[in-house]
């Protein structure tokens, strides 16, 4: 039992480049979400799934698309990364009945 | 108003002291509230959750939660340097759906 996977742990993109952050769960749960963490500060949403199919818009969505074909991965899509999307990228999940959210390892990414 | 606010520290207490993090919310109707310990490099690992006010406790760790004053706190007794972290708390103002998270409190546990 794996729990959340994030692949790749780091990453350096040049300005313009693209790349697709991978988010896998073996827990079943329905709920998916993408947070920033920038330095000293707290994670903010960027979009999150209510389940495979469905998704939705957080605070900070601009330069980011998602999708959700599983129930088990939910990539997040940085197109045209720019030097405003260095940070750190975290997948968190949960069962979306108000309980506990448990979160990946997380993506260090770096745009230059 | 932030949605959550957390003193941002650095907060030190000496090794076996009791140590205090605080939490307020802004939004009244808000439903659950967490408390997640990072260490640097990291990612949040969550070690109490909190649901209706009063008291939880679990080990070394108790959650305070009053609604009335939008208030919720963590204390660690006995802390130890593998304590030293950074404490975020979580708020979900709603039954279902994301988390809105403060800054984090750092805490330093000196030997």
């Known amino acids: 039992n794996a729990g959340v996977t994030q692949t790749p742990k780091f990453r350096i993109l040049k300005i313009g480049q693209s790349m697709t952050l991978q988010c896998t769960q073996d827990?079943?749960?329905?709920?998916m979400y993408w947070y920033r963490q920038d330095p000293g500060m707290g994670l903010k949403l960027i979009y999150y799934s209510v389940g495979a199919g469905i998704t939705d818009k957080g605070e900070v969505p601009n330069g980011y698309n998602v999708s959700r074909s599983t129930t088990e991965d939910f990539p997040l899509r940085l197109e045209l990364a720019a030097p405003s999307q260095t940070s750190v990228y975290f997948c968190?999940?949960?069962?979306?009945?108000?309980?506990?959210?448990?979160f990946g390892p997380g993506t260090r990414l770096t745009v230059t | 108003q932030k949605e959550v606010e957390q003193n941002s520290g650095p907060l030190s207490v000496p090794e076996g002291a009791i140590a205090s993090l605080n939490c307020t919310y802004s939004d009244r109707v808000s439903q659950s509230f967490f408390w997640y310990r990072q260490y640097s490099g990291k990612s949040p690992e969550l070690i109490m959750s909190?649901?209706?006010?009063g008291d939880k406790e679990d080990g070394r760790f108790t959650a305070q939660l009053n609604k009335a004053s939008q208030y919720v706190s963590l204390l660690i007794r006995d802390s130890q340097p593998s304590d030293s972290a950074t404490y975020l708390c979580?708020?979900?103002?709603?039954?279902?759906?994301?988390?809105?998270f403060g800054k984090g409190t750092k805490l330093s546990v000196k030997p």
């Open positions: 909190i649901y209706s006010n």
């Open positions: 968190a999940t949960d069962y979306g009945t108000g309980g506990e959210q448990y």
């Open positions: 827990m079943n749960h329905n709920y």
């Open positions: 979580a708020v979900r103002r709603r039954s279902q759906g994301n988390l809105i």
